[in-house]
């Protein structure tokens, strides 16, 4: 019995030693046969030099360097409007009246009384001289005169009240008030803000503060005008760093001569600093990007391993500086004047062979400016 059962494995492992020896030879022959390793065509660039400015980049908020919600110091019915929304005003320019016809009825008796008033105290003064009043007589009048006096410029200074004007250079926003409406003292009536030139208001990192001087030019961006940069320079710096969030506060004066940025936008700000340092630059497209690191692929002359030269590929992982347009500078891994596989890296592995056609190239431009489709 156990000698059958040993019988039995030896045959089956015959069997499969077999059949193991025959599949191992037919692997073996389509090696033998099977074509070499596929050839790609890419595109190519090469590695440049180029010199960037360095850009801290940030993000902010546009402020009117003057803005105000003019309000009255005084309750009363708005009686008169001299303004249309929207309107370019000047500074002094009477915006809204209120009525004053009472505070107006009372200011002609105060006039009248004070005229009567300083007859009296000349009279008073006239008489002292020839000894006719005494003193005190002429202290009463000299007191009434004066009083009649304050109250006349009170009643001026409660007219002035109800009269708001426009306290500087400004276009006017739209008013929330109409004719024969009861405004109370410091409800808002309408806005008015300076727009020739704003404020935006921004943050950076604190480890940023050492690059920082005032006078330093600073562009902006705003969403409603993404390819038209405005100019300006960097006005103030904060005394003192956030001790929450560890940014520094900043301030630039950005020029609007057609008012076409508004108060509250939000804004893309960089501040360039002055001195430039020389980079490695190539598109964006050269870049395979990954989690365990970012490479880009170098075109070189490679041996098989037949001993024969091919135009091949070798991976090289490098280190990302600053992005601008459709460019992108390396701060190490890579020499000026390599060429670099320009268009298709996500289908390359180390060492594929490949072939170089430029026919067609990606955009490599520092500013492009892309159709509008």
Known sequence: MIKKFVLSVVGFVAVVAALGFVKAKQIADMQAHAPGMPVLSVSSVEAKLDTWQPILSGIGTLTPIAGASLSTEAEGTVAKISFENGQLVHAGDVLIELDTTVETAQLKSAEAQLVLAKLEFNRANELLQKNTVSQASVDQATAQLNQIEANVAALKALIDRKTVRAPFDGRIGIRAVNIGQFVSRGQPLVPLQKLDQLYVNFTLPERDLPKLQTGDAVHVLVDAFPNQPFEGKLNAISPEVNSSTRNVSLQALIDNPHEVMRPGMFARVEVQLPEGRPLVVVP?????????????????????????????????????????????????????????????VFKLRNALPVKINNSVQPSAELNPNPANT
């Open 284 to 344: 964006a497209t050269a870049i395979a990007y990954a989690a365990y690191g970012n490479s880009v692929f170098i075109i070189e002359q490679m041996k098989g391993r037949d001993g024969k030269e091919y135009l091949g590929v070798r991976q090289q992982f490098v280190q990302l500086g600053d992005k601008r347009g459709d460019l992108v500078a390396i701060t190490d891994g890579l020499k000026p004047g390599e060429q670099v596989v320009s268009a298709g």
